[in-house]
């Protein structure tokens, strides 16, 4: 049990190091996940960096969902480091939908800038990112200020990863793709759990970054929700060990 508990911190204290590594290039890599650049180069018919990104957590969620966010988003990085200066619990719930407002709106544009263009003229992953870094142009540095202080501010007022609850234009890439996936019955990463050794200490419940009620999910036999990063947080900090990760098809689909 010793060297199992020292195997969960493990896991974690590198889930940290990644998401630590990941916002130290935020600088470097924003630009990839820009969501003003995708539509630019498509009014021009160009693929940028950001559109091979936004397509590559697309297709990688139909296997891993929202590993990326749990992971190595630098977003979500930032947010989980401002938990320090305010840590409360995400209202989440109904208001989850909010992001889906901005995305189908944003998604119909990158669209029709397409359509506009004549369709895809090439593919071209620095296009417009000087020496395919963020920073390269000084001004540039505005815009990493400017979005850093965005998921402050949203941790502050709205809780854990609010950015990711609310305001995200990547997640729901992920989202959609899991269901997606769900729906194809392909295999994915998924949380289950042992309902029968839970002893119902919230300790899950607690620890989790997007303030999901984890142990009604356990009691209840729905590990799946579309706002779960598989962080591990909970797998990880569960006394009774009731939760785990498995490769598998969701439950009533093997
Ligand atoms: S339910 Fe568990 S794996 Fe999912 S976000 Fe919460 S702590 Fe992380
Ligand atoms: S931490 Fe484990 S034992 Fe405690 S409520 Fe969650 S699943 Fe149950």
Same mark, same amino acid.
């Given at each position: 049990?010793? @060297?199992?508990?020292?195997?969960?911190?493990? &896991?974690?204290?590198?889930?940290?190091?990644?998401?630590?590594? @990941?916002?130290?290039?935020?600088?470097?890599?924003?630009?990839?996940? @820009? =969501?003003?650049? $995708?539509?630019?180069?498509?009014?021009?018919?160009?693929?940028?960096?950001?559109?091979?990104?936004?397509?590559?957590?697309?297709? @990688?969620?139909l296997f891993i969902g929202r590993l990326w966010c749990g992971w190595l988003c630098p977003t979500g990085a930032v947010q989980e480091y401002?938990?320090?200066?305010?840590?409360?619990?995400? &209202?989440?719930?109904?208001?989850?939908?909010?992001?889906?407002? !901005?995305?189908?709106?944003?998604?119909?544009? $990158?669209?029709?800038?397409? $359509?506009?263009?004549?369709?895809?003229?090439?593919?071209?992953?620095?296009?417009?990112?000087?020496?395919g870094i963020t920073v390269a142009t000084p001004q540039n540095i505005v815009f990493v200020v400017a979005l850093v202080l965005l998921l402050?501010?949203?941790?502050?007022?709205?809780?854990?990863?609010?950015?990711?609850?609310?305001?995200?234009?990547?997640? =729901?890439?992920?989202?959609?793709?899991?269901?997606?996936?769900?729906?194809?019955?392909? =295999?994915?990463?998924?949380?289950?759990?042992?309902?029968?050794?839970? !002893?119902?200490?919230?300790?899950?419940?607690?620890?989790?970054?997007?303030?999901?009620?984890?142990?009604?999910?356990? &009691?209840?036999?729905?590990?799946?929700?579309?706002?779960?990063?598989?962080?591990?947080?909970?797998?990880?900090?569960? =006394?009774?060990?009731?939760?785990?990760?498995?490769?598998?098809?969701?439950?009533?689909?093997?």
């Amino acid at each position: 049990m010793a @060297s199992e508990g020292t195997t969960k911190q493990r &896991r974690q204290r590198i889930r940290k190091t990644l998401l630590l590594i @990941s916002l130290l290039m935020l600088p470097a890599t924003m630009f990839y996940f @820009s =969501p003003y650049l $995708i539509i630019w180069g498509g009014s021009q018919g160009i693929v940028v960096g950001s559109f091979l990104m936004f397509s590559a957590m697309f297709l @990688s969620s139909l296997f891993i969902g929202r590993l990326w966010c749990g992971w190595l988003c630098p977003t979500g990085a930032v947010q989980e480091y401002s938990t320090k200066l305010r840590d409360k619990r995400a &209202r989440g719930g109904k208001c989850n939908w909010i992001k889906f407002l !901005i995305w189908v709106p944003w998604l119909a544009i $990158i669209i029709l800038a397409f $359509i506009d263009a004549g369709g895809i003229q090439k593919v071209d992953p620095f296009w417009n990112i000087d020496y395919g870094i963020t920073v390269a142009t000084p001004q540039n540095i505005v815009f990493v200020v400017a979005l850093v202080l965005l998921l402050v501010f949203m941790v502050i007022t709205t809780g854990r990863r609010g950015f990711c609850h609310y305001l995200c234009w990547m997640s =729901p890439f992920m989202i959609v793709g899991r269901k997606l996936g769900n729906a194809a019955r392909l =295999p994915g990463l998924r949380l289950t759990a042992e309902n029968d050794n839970c !002893i119902d200490c919230k300790t899950c419940t607690n620890v989790c970054p997007m303030s999901l009620d984890v142990n009604s999910m356990v &009691r209840d036999g729905r590990m799946e929700n579309s706002e779960c990063n598989l962080c591990g947080e909970c797998i990880d900090s569960c =006394p009774e060990h009731v939760i785990e990760y498995r490769f598998c098809r969701m439950p009533g689909h093997q």
